[in-house]
């Protein structure tokens, strides 16, 4: 199935679930009702931004709107070389491997990062709902949050809520290698 039908599909399946109109959906995620409706139609596929604040209203996952409930699994073992790509993947500036594809609507995402020479996240800050946790394993990466930088060397780790301005950017004279893991921002 086309990647944009099978989210729509599962987003006009769990609003309707969830006893939602269209409206209701916009107005609870941020997202405008026209583009819902063209989600739901498989005319739009969605940012991960837009999929984060969707997921945000039913406590689901990105993966949760992008994976086929029959090519999941409840335990995933992968071996390196094996591991998917990620929606983050960039060939300019990264290399994603995904510890999580596969898992049945996990709450978190992990995946190994490989960033290239002066790879970057942008010169712009990102900001999205949920928690990040960043393990450096190799290099070295400048990560600046809500206007504080900070510069990990392999073994240091720094966790922050995402909805906080950040921009990332490889300091090291070769690629930089990170353990990544987001968690979109759950309701209690």
């Given at each position: ?14 609003r ?38 969707l997921?945000?209203?039913?406590d689901?996952?990105?993966?949760y ?24 993947d960039?060939e ?12 049945r609507?996990p ?9 290239k ?5 942008g ?15 190799e ?50």
């Open positions: 199935m086309q990647l944009n039908k099978l989210i729509g599909k599962k987003l006009k399946a769990i309707l679930k969830n006893d939602l109109t269209i409206m209701d959906l916009a107005q609870q995620s941020r997202v405008s009702s026209n583009m819902i409706s063209r989600i739901e139609r498989g005319l739009a596929t969605p940012s991960v931004e837009i999929l984060l604040k997921g945000e209203v039913f689901k996952s990105i993966n709107f992008v994976e086929e409930i029959e090519t999941t699994h409840e335990i995933v073992f992968s071996k390196p070389g094996e591991r998917a790509r990620t929606v983050f960039d300019r500036y990264l290399q994603t491997e995904s510890f999580t594809t596969g898992l609507d709450h978190f995402t992990s995946f190994l990062c490989t960033i020479v002066h790879g970057c996240s010169s712009e800050d990102m900001y999205h709902p949920g928690d990040e946790l960043i393990y450096l394993l290099g070295q990466l400048r990560i600046t949050i809500a206007n504080e930088t900070f510069l990990l060397n392999p073994g240091d780790s720094l966790s922050f809520k995402s909805h906080l301005p950040h921009r990332w950017q490889n300091t090291f004279a070769g690629e930089t290698r990170v353990l990544w893991t987001l968690s979109p921002y759950t309701t209690i």
